[in-house]
């Protein structure tokens, strides 16, 4: 048994008002929302049609307490008497403007539910639902009860009572979609949750409960025995009884209105919360995507101006390579012409005699073996250790390291050769291909003069031959 019908029989069978005076601040909001809407929201024609349905309800109370589930039977009602009260012309009005609505909407098929369109059709649309439909909707929508409180209400599981209320909700939204009202199911729960039940005026409550007591009273209704006999005493004393009853139930009704009122208000900001979480976690994730989008824009701007800084580096060499090759040209020997660039007895040596001012070495690159020699060359005389190893053979560079230890960069650069700040030009004569991936060349560096002891000067000239290969597109010396 359900507490609903606990109370109406307690008035039934007792006459208790405070029972009564629950029933009506329970279900007035349920009431008086759908008589606001069905009069066009009239106020005055809401609360009569209100007072009327509980009226009914008080003159009813004994076969009714055989239901389960009082809120279907209240809402029809509240339908049916809505329907004597409003005028044909009204009527009339109501299906015009829903008829502009539904041209609208379709005009716009994937709008959301409209309130100010779905209310007028609302209740003409509920009332073409099963019972059953019509109670699930109204527990779960009108009322806001869970579904496991929907479930105990009509006799089912949660499960049961959720797909209930989905197929409910569902024809529901169909037959709205006959009268042109077209929107999701998700919008359409949303909207009856926020606007299909609104706030009471809080007078209201307590001139129903008296009113509808009085009316059942006087209709020979509802615990008219005890009622009768409560008027057979003295006028003045039921008088003051009938004041005294209402102004303890009154207060009692205006508070347990402003708690179901709060409690709607607060699942109400509770949806609108959850909405807004949704949001901001949109907003989150938007800005997550934002920052990544200009780290990547910047990281591409930094490659961008790494490739140009490359490219300015790569032309700026290209001009000293030039301008190396013209010096080298211009330091040739100017013999017969028949000697220099002609191969020598071995035709495998060719007579390079390319002559190189030390103070003009460069950093030449690995892509022929004589840029790598003047690489190395470059890298001796500027110190460069970096350059000096990668100018020679992965093989000696490993077998070096592992000979020399932590004096592999000192003993580099002592046993590579002369001393650089000694070398005033370098000389590459002559290259000898020994093999597709292996030549070698014999250079020249000559020193600085020098005076002997006659104090004549002396200009020293050292010889060297060193071997270099291939390792992939560049070459290495192999000492």
Known sequence: MTDDVAQLRRYAHEGAEEAFAQLVARHLPLVYSAALRQVGGDAHLAKDVAQSVFIALARNAPSLCRREIISGWLYTTTRYLAAKVVRSERR????????????????????????????????????????????????????????????????????????????????????????????????????????????????????????????????????APFLKALLMTKLKVGIVGVVVTVGVVAPWVIQRQAQTRLQDEIQALRLKSERVDAVLADNARLSNLLAEAKAATAQRQAQLAELARLRGESQRLGQQVSQLKELVAANEPRGSGSDAGKASDDPNTETLNMNLPAASLAFAGYATPTDALQTFMWAKRAGDTKALVASLAPDFVRNA???????????????????????????????????????????????????????????TTIGNYITLQRVGDEWKLDP
């Open 401 to 459: 390291r592992k000979a020399w230890g932590d004096q592999f960069e000192d003993k580099l650069k002592s046993s590579m050769g002369a001393d650089p700040e000694w070398v005033t030009n370098f000389c590459i004569e002559k290259m000898k291909v020994i093999s597709g991936s292996e030549v070698g060349l014999t250079y020249k560096l000559t020193g600085a003069p020098q005076r002997t002891l006659d104090n004549k000067e002396e200009i």
């Open 92 to 223: 009339r009005q109501i299906h015009e403007q829903a008829s502009a609505a539904m041209h609208e909407l379709l005009s716009q098929p994937d709008a959301e539910a409209d309130w100010s369109r779905v209310g007028p059709v609302l209740d003409e649309a509920m009332a073409r639902l099963s019972r059953k439909d019509r109670n699930a909707v109204l527990l779960r929508f009108f009322k806001n009860e869970d579904l496991k409180t929907v479930g105990a209400a009509l006799g089912v599981s949660e499960d049961a009572a959720r797909m209930r209320v989905n197929r409910a909700l569902e024809k529901l939204r169909g037959l709205l979609e006959k009268r042109g009202i077209t929107c999701s199911a998700s919008a359409l729960a949303m909207s009856l949750g926020w606007e299909a039940v609104g706030a009471v005026p809080a007078e209201l409550a307590a001139s129903i409960t008296g009113t509808a007591m009085a009316g059942a009273v006087a209709s020979g209704g509802v615990a």
